[in-house]
């Protein structure tokens, strides 16, 4: 794994469409219709924030993430001239003895079921099998969150199974997942790198 190629500085990723990089205090607005939708966290592990002093500190806690080498935010921008923040992926989880990394993602309400979040996996995934060298991609979902899955299935991620009551999660409790994993052996396959 060249994990030099994630934290030497934060990389900026991108399709025709969609442009993944860091969130700046300019985009305190869109983060916190983000992270104040009820919605948006029903199937994460991460608890609404209400209060916009916290979604601020915010940002700084992804600077002092990447920071200690631990997990990478990106926000998804459309690729224009907009700016506005539809969304943000993470890679954390970084096990460079077993090469692999688990991802997660999450839109602003308004933006579901447009297929930003199929295509920002996408970018990621070619990042980190190609340029990071990951072998293995996971991701845990919770069993209600079909939009998820739908999500995981269409960039080729294959269900492994249910870990039941395998995690303690911020406001949910002890929670069953799924997992679903993606090779790097399967990616070149589906898209012949």
Request: overall charge neutral; proline content about 2%; aromatic content about 12%.
């Amino acid at each position: 794994m060249n994990i030099e190629a994630v934290f030497e500085r934060l990389p900026l990723l991108a399709s025709d469409n969609w442009v993944l990089k860091k969130i700046e205090a300019s985009h305190f607005e869109e983060l916190f219709e983000i992270y104040s939708n009820n919605r948006v966290f029903e199937y994460c592990g991460i608890t609404p924030k209400h209060n916009k002093d916290t979604v601020k500190n915010m940002i700084g806690h992804f600077e002092r993430d990447f920071n200690k080498r631990t997990k990478v935010k990106w926000g998804i921008f459309a690729n224009n001239e907009s700016d506005r923040l539809v969304g943000i992926i993470e890679a954390f989880d970084f096990n460079q003895k077993v090469n692999m990394v688990t991802v997660g993602y999450f839109l602003e309400e308004s933006y579901w079921g447009k297929g930003i979040a199929t295509e920002a996996v996408k970018i990621m995934l070619d990042f980190l099998f190609m340029d990071v060298n990951v072998n293995r991609i996971q991701a845990e979902v919770m069993p209600l969150n079909e939009a998820s899955k739908r999500v995981l299935l269409k960039n080729s991620f294959i269900k492994e199974g249910m870990l039941r009551q395998a995690a303690l999660w911020s406001g949910k409790g002890v929670v069953d997942l799924e997992i679903y994993s993606i090779l790097k052996e399967d990616y070149i396959k589906k898209y012949d790198k």
